[in-house]
């Protein structure tokens, strides 16, 4: 059965974007059918990320009935199918986001998953991804302001009835001026899917406009996201296989 997530944040800048693309394209390679879509009409990323900043025909063509769910399916070259938004802020105004709901309908019929990366925030923009999806993933990073950004969020989503799938902190250095994860579990009362380190290969990776899960499969962080993607799929006994050398020096 078809499952649509939407990734979404209480706060911008905490690496929802690249959290969604790389989940999407984890689950890709595990093989499962992914369609990752630019729920982020205000200010579009997934296209910038993948290589596709302007196509002939975008979610939001697709949103003012200007065209089918279909004909706004690009297929990335790892095999990952993405549906980008418009850089344009002309027709922004027009576009009814409720319709979102409407498109996972269709698109349920098309792939085993569907990766919604929301808008950042509370927004009407961000509400209507929220209400479209099976399940929510909250990203945030181990600091008080995306923290306390990210209860505001899980409360919303509980007043609209949906479910939390769990929350995935990222860019986690290990720094002692950062909040502990047990603080961040106690303080959001809701299950870790994931711990993304913080890794300077993420913007390596957006130079070359692919996941980081493709340009850097060995990194932490491409580990984690896979394992992510694991339990994601239902397979929480995964783990990532360390080599013998890379055990000894970390």
Do not use: W
Not at 25 to 38: C, E, H, R, S
Not at 48 to 71: Q, T
């Amino acid at each position: 059965m078809a499952k649509l997530i939407t990734i979404t944040s209480g706060k911008g800048g905490v690496g929802k974007t690249t959290t969604a693309i790389n989940i999407g394209a984890a689950l890709n390679a595990f093989g499962k059918d992914v369609i990752i879509l630019d729920a982020n009409l205000t200010t579009p990323n997934v296209g910038l990320h993948l290589g596709a900043p302007i196509v002939p025909v975008s979610l939001n063509h697709v949103l003012l009935g200007k065209a089918k769910i279909a004909d706004a399916i690009y297929e990335h070259e790892s095999g990952t199918k993405i549906i980008p938004s418009s850089l344009s802020v002309r027709e922004l105004r027009r576009i009814d986001h409720s319709k979102l709901k409407d498109v996972g309908k269709k698109l349920r019929k098309i792939a085993d998953y569907i990766i919604y990366d929301s808008a950042a925030g509370l927004g009407e923009e961000a509400i209507a991804a929220l209400e479209s999806s099976d399940e929510l993933i909250i990203v945030t990073n181990p600091e008080i302001p995306a923290v306390t950004d990210a209860l505001k969020t899980s409360k919303v989503i509980e007043q609209l009835g949906k479910s939390v799938r769990g929350i995935i902190i990222n860019r986690v250095t290990g720094k002692r001026s950062e909040m502990p994860i047990k603080n961040v579990r106690d303080m959001l009362e809701l299950p870790i899917l994931g711990i993304v380190p913080e890794d300077g290969n993420m913007q390596k990776a957006l130079v070359m406009k692919n996941a980081l899960v493709h340009t850097h499969p060995k990194s932490k962080a491409a580990r984690a996201y896979r394992e992510i993607a694991a339990r994601i799929i239902g397979n929480g006994s995964y783990k990532e296989k360390v080599g013998f050398m890379e055990s000894l020096f970390g």
